[in-house]
């Protein structure tokens, strides 16, 4: 498979080659040539198939010529070697936990998926390769995680210092080995800026093999389209379901529109938005007006300019009417998400965390318009990751998941960086 980029002023490349650019230099984003599509005896026989096997079928077209079929093998195994279960909250809604994961929120599968087909290009090569990675807190600790001990890959997190919840915090800066936490004096923008400078900046090019570990990667990008398999797998209406994702950078919805586009039954696709809602007033009004982030409660969705969305509308070759079949859109305020949080579990007992929540709200909002349907969303983030809000809402404290309990009896180990690229680059330098 090749991948070309989206800006089209830049050599196609393959996929090794795509993984370990991150972005392409003409700062389009890669995108397949073709989209594979998945064999009807297969989806026929979802339900029955193995998630490995199914895993391998579906990453298999994306990857053949760079990785081998018993590698790739082993590394999805690796990768998803946890639950996503769908569980019924109403007779019409079900919520598809994908926060199983060692740090329980749903970047897990792309971050570790994306470290050992690093680990794996970077086999026998001298210099090191460096990812350089700006966090509000999600993404840190599942790049953290996915990227500890794995050889030839140097990992810096740049994070907002108070600005991440304590778990989130510990996931961050617990790590050692290969992994650098950057606690920052500024807000997430701060540090995302920091890095969009140091992929820019001459002197780092020369002294790091750098890639970035966002959503823009191929190798964590292309993973997502699982999800929806592994969803369709336990989906026992005979109507293909609407499936809501909260959305952010909109990689997760993207990846989602892959597996529909190589022949999985999803009736309708709702991006569910917070307060950042520039994709909600696009698919209304046609104009894409990036805004300023705005800060909320489902943090992880605070952007202001989501980078994916370019890939949304190349696979729609900017038909807008195909594009709105495919995808609506819209936008939950932090009120209106707090009291989801509430009715949810006084209603049906069941904890949603903020960015569920706000995908929970859009499905239900939808789901009252359309009486015949049904359909499930995507529970992005375990609640004890956002414990202030939850807790207040359902006014009860939140047992801590076994899983992560050894993380609370670790030392935090972060470096303090001033949020100015000037300072940040003069300690990579010499790092
Ligand atoms: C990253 C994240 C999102 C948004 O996903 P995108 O792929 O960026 O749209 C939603 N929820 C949680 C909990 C996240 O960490």
Request: charged share 15%.
């Given at each position: 498979?090749?991948?070309f980029?989206?800006?089209?002023?830049?050599?196609?490349?393959?996929?090794?080659?795509?993984?370990?650019a991150?972005?392409?230099?003409?700062?389009?984003?890669?995108?397949p040539q073709?989209i594979?599509?998945?064999?009807?005896n297969?989806?026929?026989?979802?339900a029955?198939?193995?998630?490995?096997?199914?895993?391998?079928?579906v990453?298999?077209?994306?990857?053949?010529?760079?990785?081998?079929?018993?590698i790739?093998?082993?590394m999805?195994?690796?990768?998803?070697?946890?639950g996503?279960?769908?569980?019924?909250?109403?007779d019409?809604?079900?919520?598809?936990?994908?926060?199983?994961?060692?740090?329980?929120?749903f970047?897990?599968?792309?971050?570790r998926f994306?470290?050992?087909?690093?680990?794996?290009f970077?086999?026998?090569?001298?210099?090191?390769?460096?990812?350089?990675v700006?966090?509000?807190?999600?993404?840190?600790?599942?790049?953290a995680?996915?990227?500890?001990?794995v050889?030839?890959?140097?990992?810096?997190?740049?994070?907002?210092?108070?600005?991440v919840?304590p778990?989130?915090?510990?996931?961050?800066?617990?790590?050692?080995?290969n992994?650098?936490?950057?606690?920052?004096?500024?807000?997430f923008d701060?540090?995302?800026?920091?890095?969009?400078?140091?992929?820019?900046?001459?002197?780092l090019?020369?002294?790091?093999?750098?890639?970035?570990?966002?959503?823009?990667?191929?190798?964590?990008w292309?993973?997502q389209?699982?999800?929806?398999f592994?969803?369709l797998?336990?989906w026992?209406?005979?109507?293909?379901?609407i499936?809501?994702?909260?959305?952010?950078?909109?990689g997760?919805i993207?990846?989602g529109?892959?597996?529909?586009?190589?022949?999985?039954?999803?009736?309708?696709?709702?991006?569910?938005?917070?307060?950042?809602?520039?994709?909600?007033?696009?698919?209304?009004?046609?104009?894409?007006?990036?805004?300023?982030?705005?800060a909320?409660?489902?943090?992880?969705?605070?952007?202001?300019?989501?980078?994916?969305?370019?890939?949304?509308?190349?696979?729609f070759?900017?038909?807008?009417?195909?594009?709105?079949?495919?995808?609506?859109?819209?936008?939950?305020?932090?009120?209106?998400?707090?009291?989801?949080i509430?009715?949810?579990y006084?209603?049906?007992?069941?904890?949603?965390d903020?960015?569920?929540?706000?995908?929970?709200?859009?499905?239900?909002n939808y789901?009252?318009?359309?009486?015949?349907?049904?359909?499930?969303f995507?529970?992005?983030?375990h609640?004890?990751?956002?414990?202030?809000?939850?807790?207040?809402?359902i006014?009860?404290?939140?047992?801590?998941?076994?899983?992560?309990?050894p993380?609370?009896?670790?030392?935090?180990?972060?470096?303090a960086?001033?949020?100015?690229?000037?300072?940040?680059?003069e300690?990579m330098?010499r790092?």
């Amino acid at each position: 498979m090749q991948y070309f980029s989206t800006n089209r002023q830049s050599p196609s490349v393959n996929f090794a080659e795509a993984t370990l650019a991150g972005q392409a230099p003409d700062k389009g984003l890669y995108f397949p040539q073709s989209i594979p599509s998945i064999p009807t005896n297969i989806l026929q026989n979802l339900a029955s198939i193995p998630s490995i096997e199914l895993a391998v079928t579906v990453l298999q077209p994306y990857v053949k010529d760079c990785i081998p079929q018993p590698i790739l093998e082993e590394m999805v195994a690796a990768t998803i070697d946890f639950g996503f279960p769908l569980i019924p909250i109403t007779d019409k809604i079900a919520s598809f936990e994908l926060f199983h994961g060692p740090t329980l929120a749903f970047k897990d599968v792309g971050a570790r998926f994306m470290s050992r087909c690093l680990g794996y290009f970077n086999r026998g090569n001298e210099r090191l390769t460096t990812v350089l990675v700006a966090t509000s807190g999600d993404t840190g600790g599942a790049v953290a995680n996915g990227f500890d001990g794995v050889e030839g890959v140097e990992v810096i997190i740049l994070y907002p210092s108070g600005k991440v919840s304590p778990v989130q915090e510990l996931q961050l800066t617990t790590c050692g080995n290969n992994i650098t936490a950057l606690e920052v004096s500024g807000n997430f923008d701060d540090c995302q800026a920091m890095v969009k400078q140091a992929f820019l900046d001459v002197d780092l090019a020369k002294a790091y093999q750098l890639t970035s570990a966002n959503s823009i990667n191929v190798a964590r990008w292309l993973p997502q389209q699982l999800y929806y398999f592994f969803a369709l797998q336990q989906w026992q209406h005979a109507e293909p379901p609407i499936v809501s994702v909260p959305c952010g950078n909109f990689g997760n919805i993207c990846a989602g529109l892959l597996a529909q586009k190589a022949g999985l039954p999803i009736e309708l696709f709702l991006a569910a938005c917070n307060a950042n809602d520039v994709i909600p007033r696009f698919m209304q009004t046609g104009k894409y007006d990036p805004i300023t982030a705005i800060a909320t409660i489902s943090n992880a969705m605070d952007v202001g300019n989501p980078s994916n969305f370019i890939r949304i509308l190349e696979m729609f070759a900017g038909d807008k009417a195909a594009l709105s079949q495919a995808l609506e859109s819209d936008s939950v305020s932090d009120t209106d998400t707090i009291s989801t949080i509430k009715k949810v579990y006084f209603d049906d007992g069941y904890i949603l965390d903020p960015h569920g929540a706000v995908a929970y709200q859009v499905l239900d909002n939808y789901l009252t318009a359309h009486a015949n349907k049904k359909g499930f969303f995507l529970a992005t983030a375990h609640p004890v990751k956002f414990p202030e809000v939850v807790e207040q809402a359902i006014g009860v404290p939140l047992p801590i998941p076994e899983k992560i309990q050894p993380l609370f009896s670790k030392q935090k180990t972060s470096i303090a960086m001033a949020p100015s690229f000037g300072v940040f680059k003069e300690w990579m330098l010499r790092f």
